[in-house]
T-cell receptor
Framework: AQRVTQPEKLLSVFKGAPVELKCNYSYSGSPELFWYVQYSRQRLQLLLRHISRESIKGFTADLNKGETSFHLKKPFAQEEDSAMYYCALSGRNTGNQFYFGTGTSLTVIP | DSGVTQTPKHLITATGQRVTLRCSPRSGDLSVYWYQQSLDQGLQFLIHYYNGEERAKGNILERFSAQQFPDLHSELNLSSLELGDSALYFC???????????????FGPGTRLTVL
């Protein structure tokens, strides 16, 4: 069955420190992974998807099929990065339905 | 701005009542998805419509129903409301290709429902 796990509900880092938000998934087949960001209970915004291999706002994420992970990383956290981050999975087996993790609330301490 | 619009922005009602939430997808998108976001349960997928037809159901209660109209806008109807239905309800849309790849979902601003 499809499943997305974000093990950390809350994560705090100091400004300028590296940050890594963890995402693990379960999926049989070739998954498509996404990271969405939500600022202050506003709309979810797409941060990045693995197939585009872009770096948005300094964030990157690499799909590791061996470890079934898609961790989100940024080398130097900024205060404006404080938000809720959701990892999501989709693919042909899901009929384009998205499965979201429970989210990680990131706080960047000034 | 993702182009997905939702109305109303806020809705306050009483238990037992019925409300309708409206969503207009991005221009050209055929798929509409509804999600419920509550503080204790995170983001829950409710239902997916593609070009007017129901495609998938998630954790949607029987008291809830949805439809997608010929102009592709969608409505989520919530009836016999309970206190626990208080949440943010998001709509998302995507192109809705029928084969190959996965569409990115673009989210609306949400409707905040408060049931008193």
């Amino acid at each position: 069955a499809q499943r997305v796990t974000q093990p950390e509900k809350l994560l705090s880092v100091f400004k300028g420190a590296p940050v890594e938000l963890k995402c693990n998934y379960s999926y049989s087949g070739s998954p498509e992974l996404f990271w969405y960001v939500q600022y202050s209970r506003q709309r979810l915004q797409l941060l990045l998807r693995h197939i585009s291999r872009e770096s948005i706002k300094g964030f990157t994420a690499d799909l590791n099929k061996g470890e079934t992970s898609f961790h989100l990383k940024k080398p130097f956290a900024q205060e404006e990065d404080s938000a809720m981050y959701y990892c999501a999975l989709s693919g042909r087996n899901t009929g384009n339905q998205f499965y979201f993790g429970t989210g990680t609330s990131l706080t960047v301490i000034p | 701005d993702s182009g997905v619009t939702q109305t109303p922005k806020h809705l306050i009602t009483a238990t037992g009542q019925r409300v309708t939430l409206r969503c207009s997808p991005r221009s050209g998108d055929l798929s509409v998805y509804w999600y419920q976001q509550s503080l204790d349960q995170g983001l829950q997928f409710l239902i997916h419509y593609y070009n007017g037809e129901e495609r998938a159901k998630g954790n949607i209660l029987e008291r809830f129903s949805a439809q997608q109209f010929p102009d592709l806008h969608s409505e989520l109807n919530l009836s016999s409301l309970e206190l626990g239905d208080s949440a943010l309800y998001f709509c998302a849309s995507s192109v809705g290709r029928t084969s190959g790849g996965t569409d990115t979902q673009y989210f609306g601003p949400g409707t905040r429902l408060t049931v008193l």
